[in-house]
């Protein structure tokens, strides 16, 4: 009889643990491993979890997928089969010393799908994935995506604080580095400053050494090309089902993008995560989770 009290009081305060509680990043163990796909000659390692529709999860910049997603892959995973990539230059997937640009991901991403052979999909991104994904998928539904280059068309798109929108907001960098914390980037993307615990920074700082991609922060950084490659005046070209997910408090990527990403792109639905950072999927995976899956339905 203790042991069924017991379980129940521990299965009702999982049914009620909200989603500042949870660990703001996954457990190490909690994931499969990597996989690893060979594109334009690159490793590129990603998540292959469950069965179903596809789901492309593309992360930020200086990030990964486990950093970004780690929370949501899982939940995402029970009705989906889930891929999630660590970009070219970034998290476990190979840095070849290249000119960055957002064309570079686009390219990246579009080879990985014709390897993986994914033609039916729905995509998400983050940060500068959700300007990567914007940007392929503007690519993907011109009508000179055609002939032997042409990449597959993805059939709904979800845009959580997507940089790109203008070149004032494009990568923007965050404060310089005056402790680990900074340097880690959890001082800048989270909202609630308060669970930025030493664990949680030693955690990010330690990922963030293991990825070892400061040379592809600042080729990106620095390229030429990215005034060019922003997709505010070509969101038109967006016809699919759009979401826009945002945080509220985004102190990255500021709410007035979202809401003109939102505006420009034909039929596109607006959420606002409140007392939400730059990535929701992160901060507030429970909220993130209940705007998606019903969109993706």
């Known amino acids: 009889m203790k042991r069924f009290v017991f379980f129940a009081l521990f299965l009702l305060s999982t049914l009620f643990l909200s989603a ?12 499969p491993p990597q996989k690893t796909a060979v594109v334009f000659g690159q490793k590129i390692a990603y998540y292959d979890v469950g069965t179903g529709p596809v789901l492309v999860l593309v992360h930020g910049f200086s990030s990964s997928a486990y950093f970004d997603f780690g929370n949501v892959i899982l939940p995402l995973a029970k009705h989906h089969r889930v891929l999630a990539i660590d970009q070219i230059g970034f998290g476990a997937s190979d840095k070849p010393a290249i000119d960055y640009s957002v064309q570079t991901f686009v ?16 995509l998400v991104g983050e940060s500068l994935g959700g300007w990567v994904v914007a940007a392929y998928t503007i690519q993907a539904l011109a009508p000179a995506n055609t002939g032997a280059y042409a990449v597959p068309k993805p059939t709904r798109l979800i ?41 949680v920074v030693r955690q990010a700082w330690t990922l963030k050494m293991k990825a070892n991609d400061g040379a592809t922060q600042r080729s990106f950084r620095t390229s030429t090309k990215t005034p060019s490659e922003t997709v505010g005046d070509k969101l038109a070209g967006i016809t699919i089902p759009t979401l826009v997910v945002w945080g509220g408090n985004d102190n990255i990527v500021p709410l007035a993008d979202g809401k003109d990403y939102a505006a420009k792109i034909p039929n596109a639905k607006l959420v606002i995560i409140p007392e939400c950072g730059h990535v929701g999927s992160m901060e507030k995976p429970k909220e993130f989770l209940t705007a998606v899956e019903p969109f993706l339905k």
């Open 107 to 122: 390219d990246f991403l579009g080879e990985y799908l014709r390897v993986m052979k994914v033609q039916k999909y729905d």
């Open 20 to 31: 500042d509680t949870m660990p703001l990043l996954a457990k190490a163990g909690t994931l």
């Open 159 to 199: 845009l959580e604080d997507a940089a790109g929108h203008t070149a004032n907001t494009s990568a923007k960098p965050g404060p310089v580095a005056g402790t680990v914390a900074d340097a880690s980037g959890m001082s800048v993307i989270l909202y609630d400053k308060s669970r930025l615990t030493p664990e």
